[in-house]
């Protein structure tokens, strides 16, 4: 059942993710939480399972926040999610997980496009991309290129098409990805609201 409310908009996607027990882990609880959206308005396809969000863009999952103008999420028949955030010409999509540890750090990004593939929990970020891990406090560990990846649990992350990274001895540059802007499928159903936001939850189970 789809249910609408006035104010601000959520959808909650049921995930089914796969993961790996390595060291240096992301907030460990973040694989457990469902992924929701919010926004000023979306436009869905029933059939295609492919959802259109517009406005205010903001996903999390757990301590996961993407920021951004447009979102558009697909569902794949498996029930994971790939996610694709763009920004606009103010501001650039945005990106940022709190690590797991005994410090409160935090990995944060940008980029014009940003990409999260539930299946492999893999981010990437491309477009004017960088990324740095930082505290409260002070920032260290910035990598500046075109297109980075980062895995999520691992916290390991790669620059692609290598701009600048700040060490004496940067990688060597890598084949870029093609990556390119989602598209807008035509939608079926569409809500949108001028003034005031809409409410839609959504739970999508595999």
Same mark, same amino acid.
């Given at each position: 059942?789809?249910?609408?409310?006035?104010?601000?908009?959520?959808?909650?996607?049921?995930?089914?993710?796969?993961?790996?027990?390595?060291?240096? #882990?992301?907030?460990?609880?973040?694989?457990? +939480?469902?992924?929701?959206?919010?926004?000023?308005?979306?436009?869905?396809?029933?059939?295609?399972?492919?959802?259109?969000?517009?406005?205010?863009?903001?996903?999390?999952?757990?301590?996961?926040?993407?920021?951004?103008?447009?979102?558009?999420?697909?569902?794949?028949?498996?029930?994971? +999610?790939?996610?694709?955030?763009?920004?606009?010409?103010?501001?650039?999509? +945005?990106?940022?997980?709190?690590?797991?540890?005994?410090?409160?750090?935090?990995?944060?990004?940008?980029?014009?496009?940003?990409?999260?593939?539930?299946?492999?929990?893999?981010?990437?970020?491309?477009?004017?991309?960088?990324?740095?891990?930082?505290?409260?406090?002070?920032?260290?560990?910035?990598?500046?290129?075109?297109?980075?990846?980062?895995? #999520?649990?691992?916290?390991?992350?790669?620059?692609?098409?290598? #701009?600048?990274?700040?060490?004496?001895?940067?990688?060597?540059?890598?084949?870029?990805?093609?990556?390119?802007?989602?598209?807008?499928?035509?939608?079926?159903?569409?809500?949108?609201?001028?003034?005031? +936001?809409?409410?839609?939850?959504?739970?999508?189970?595999?």
């Amino acid at each position: 059942m789809v249910l609408f409310k006035k104010h601000f908009l959520v959808l909650v996607l049921a995930t089914n993710c796969a993961f790996i027990s390595l060291p240096s #882990l992301a907030l460990k609880s973040d694989k457990e +939480q469902a992924t929701k959206l919010s926004s000023d308005a979306a436009d869905f396809n029933d059939v295609s399972q492919e959802y259109i969000l517009t406005g205010n863009v903001k996903i999390n999952k757990g301590s996961m926040l993407v920021q951004g103008d447009k979102a558009v999420i697909v569902v794949d028949p498996e029930g994971y +999610q790939k996610i694709s955030v763009i920004g606009n010409s103010k501001e650039l999509a +945005q990106f940022t997980q709190q690590l797991d540890g005994p410090k409160i750090e935090f990995i944060y990004g940008e980029g014009e496009l940003i990409i999260y593939e539930a299946k492999t929990d893999m981010l990437l970020i491309s477009g004017q991309a960088y990324t740095l891990r930082k505290n409260l406090s002070t920032w260290k560990d910035k990598l500046v290129a075109e297109k980075i990846e980062y895995d #999520l649990y691992t916290e390991k992350y790669v620059a692609l098409s290598l #701009l600048k990274v700040p060490s004496e001895n940067p990688p060597s540059k890598k084949e870029s990805l093609g990556v390119t802007p989602p598209t807008s499928p035509k939608p079926v159903k569409s809500v949108m609201s001028s003034k005031n +936001q809409v409410s839609l939850e959504l739970k999508n189970t595999p």
